[in-house]
């Protein structure tokens, strides 16, 4: 088991995270890996912890909004559709290389493009069509699959179907739900397995998902959101060029 001072940065990173999802609506996954990259831990195992708690994440927000979510199943299903394919790709790309320079520089770019994804996304006059959400599905899965963050490509799609970006939030959240859970599956039944010591990680914290999810999306209607925002995406930005040039190191 780790000692405390390792405890209390994840907390840390763990909390900072389950905040933004909770307060925008995504965001916990891509947190989490940009801080975990830089600690010396084996990637792959470290998104095991991400996994487990990003079930707990999920359905937190579901369920504290429950009476305002209104949950589109279709586009749902489409994003399914491609989620079923992308994920094993992702996680294979991990598994694969994520000790690797390759993968930290992958991360970096990654990072870069969540935020320029948030900078530069275009405001859309009708919704994408159909079949650009099983493609996002695919990219989503992917980026789940290998670095826990489906974020850009399955807000991009969900948001173009709704004229107010937080209609989205309930419908992000369950095909986050279900990139998740295939996830693990893929890790269960074809990776490296789940370990005692990482459900012990996950369940330490278990409560400050919890917590800091509901006080996120608590304050989402009676704090504006634009300053945190900017403080959420600095640090993706600034954590993205850090993996670059570790990378390239």
Request: glycine share 12%; with cysteine; charged share 10%.
């Amino acid at each position: 088991m780790p000692d405390s001072q390792f405890l209390l940065v994840f907390g840390s990173i763990v909390a900072f995270g389950a905040f933004s999802q909770g307060f925008m609506g995504l965001g916990f996954g891509i947190i989490t890996i940009a801080g975990l990259g830089f600690m010396p831990w084996d990637l792959e195992r470290a998104t095991v912890i991400i996994n487990l708690l990003l079930i707990v994440l999920n359905c937190t927000i579901i369920y504290a909004g429950r009476k305002d979510f209104r949950i589109n199943w279709k586009l749902v299903g489409v994003i399914l559709a491609g989620e079923v394919l992308g994920v094993p790709l992702g996680y294979w790309f991990i598994f694969t290389f994520g000790n690797k320079p390759v993968f930290r520089l992958a991360l970096g770019v990654l990072l870069i493009i969540f935020v320029a994804n948030q900078l530069l996304r275009p405001a859309f006059k009708k919704p994408m069509h159909l079949a650009f959400g099983a493609v996002a599905g695919v990219l989503g899965g992917f980026l789940a699959g290998g670095f826990t963050a489906a974020g850009p490509p399955l807000a991009l799609f969900l948001y173009s179907q709704y004229r107010n970006a937080a209609d989205a939030k309930g419908t992000l959240q369950v095909v986050f739900m279900a990139a998740t859970l295939w996830r693990l599956m893929t890790i269960i039944l074809f990776g490296r397995g789940i370990t005692i010591d990482l459900v012990k990680l996950a369940g330490i914290n278990f409560l400050i998902v919890v917590a800091f999810a509901v006080m996120g999306h608590w304050l989402t209607h009676r704090v504006p959101n634009r300053w945190y925002v900017k403080i959420v995406y600095a640090f993706i930005g600034f954590a993205g060029v850090l993996h670059i040039i570790k990378a390239l190191a």
